[in-house]
């Protein structure tokens, strides 16, 4: 049973025309959605959660940074698996996400490394240092630009795909680097206080804002990869009878 | 609200060059992405619109 609904939505979502008009379905209460839980989150972030008692109001960074850090984590594991779709299956709709998911992951980890350099200073008195988590931290950020590079330099797109596919792929590990990093190596960045199994050592006041925030930024990038999703599908099926039709009404 | 007044908002403590120059560079940069994602789908219907008029002229 699952196992079918599963399989169809693989079929389905594996069609351009039906992925596009299923997004041009989802994204007008969509957007509005992440727009409203993403300023929410910061807002009360910002002005209404208690001050740290040790950090001050330099700790009201993290409701940036964690939104964004944890962004260019999930995208990047989207890409790989996008990447691997891509690769072994050819699929059409796998190639139209793996161009899609990158550009806004790319500014969610510079967004990342930013606000933790700018966080590092009050805190720990400097705005960068090569340890594990920072370093594999900027080497998400290459990755991203590397994905991205290679599919504007290769004309080809099916071509493009499959080589930055590849890449894609070969940078899962980093994401598991990034993610174990604070628990494998000692690091000067703190290990994590959000967790989805068992107790979080973060203050309830200052974890509800949080999670709102994250939950806003992550919609936001699905808005992100569904728009440049569907420009990418009305590119690629420009000779189709479906997009000529829309492209004639106006785009509607 | 965590704070005693606006200014006191505006100051986050000692912190306040760190956490809006925080909050500023990531505003910019997270609306610039979704300006680009936009204007991309802009460009692509655009282009797509002049292929056809040229087409339909040349019928």
């Given at each position: 049973?699952?196992?079918?609904?599963?399989?169809?939505?693989?079929?389905?979502?594996?069609?351009?025309?039906?992925?596009?008009?299923?997004?041009?379905?989802?994204?007008?209460?969509?957007?509005?959605?992440?727009?409203?839980?993403?300023?929410?989150?910061?807002?009360?972030?910002?002005?209404?959660?208690?001050?740290?008692?040790?950090?001050?109001?330099?700790?009201?960074?993290?409701?940036?940074h964690v939104p964004a850090s944890s962004g260019a984590l999930m995208g990047y594991m989207a890409l790989g698996v996008s990447g691997l779709v891509a690769v072994v299956w050819r699929m059409k709709m796998a190639e139209v996400m793996?161009?899609?998911?990158?550009?806004?992951?790319?500014?969610?980890?510079?967004?990342?490394?930013?606000?933790?350099?700018?966080?590092?200073?009050?805190?720990?008195?400097?705005?960068?240092?090569?340890?594990?988590?920072?370093?594999?931290?900027?080497?998400?950020?290459?990755?991203?630009?590397?994905?991205?590079?290679?599919q504007n330099v290769i004309r080809e797109p099916r071509q493009a795909a499959r080589a930055a596919g590849l890449l894609a792929i070969v940078g899962v590990i980093n994401v598991v680097i990034v993610k174990y990093s604070v628990e494998?190596?000692?690091?000067?960045?703190?290990?994590?206080?959000?967790?989805?199994?068992?107790?979080?050592?973060?203050?309830?006041?200052?974890?509800?804002?949080?999670?709102?925030?994250?939950?806003?930024?992550?919609?936001?990038?699905?808005?992100?990869?569904?728009?440049?999703?569907?420009?990418?599908?009305?590119?690629?099926?420009?000779?189709?009878?479906?997009?000529?039709?829309?492209?004639?009404?106006?785009?509607? | 609200?965590?704070?005693?007044?606006?200014?006191?908002?505006?100051?986050?403590?000692?912190?306040?060059?760190?956490?809006?120059?925080?909050?500023?560079?990531?505003?910019?940069?997270?609306?610039?992405?979704?300006?680009?994602?936009?204007?991309?789908?802009?460009?692509?219907?655009?282009?797509?619109?002049?292929?056809?008029?040229?087409?339909?002229?040349?019928?």
């Open positions: 049973m699952v196992w079918q609904t599963i399989k169809r939505w693989y079929h389905m979502l594996g069609s351009p025309r039906y992925f596009h008009t299923f997004s041009s379905r989802v994204l007008p209460w969509l957007t509005p959605i992440a727009l409203i839980t993403l300023v929410t989150g910061l807002v009360w972030g910002l002005a209404f959660a208690p001050s740290d008692y040790q950090q001050g109001n330099s700790y009201r960074i993290i409701f940036i793996l161009k899609a998911i990158a550009p806004f992951g790319a500014a969610l980890a510079a967004i990342s490394l930013i606000t933790g350099s700018l966080w590092g200073k009050p805190t720990w008195g400097t705005y960068w240092q090569w340890d594990a988590r920072m370093t594999s931290m900027l080497i998400l950020l290459f990755m991203y630009v590397g994905v991205i590079a290679l494998w190596v000692q690091t000067l960045h703190q290990g994590s206080t959000l967790k989805l199994f068992g107790e979080s050592t973060i203050n309830p006041a200052m974890k509800y804002p949080l999670l709102i925030s994250m939950l806003g930024m992550w919609l936001l990038y699905a808005v992100n990869v569904l728009i440049r999703a569907r420009s990418e599908v009305e590119w690629r099926e420009r000779r189709s009878k479906w997009v000529q039709t829309l492209i004639r009404e106006g785009g509607k | 609200m965590a704070f005693e007044s606006f200014a006191d908002f505006l100051a986050m403590g000692k912190h306040g060059f760190f956490v809006w120059t925080a909050y500023g560079i990531s505003a910019v940069l997270v609306i610039a992405n979704m300006v680009l994602a936009l204007r991309g789908q802009g460009k692509v219907r655009e282009t797509l619109a002049r292929q056809q008029r040229r087409a339909e002229v040349d019928e």
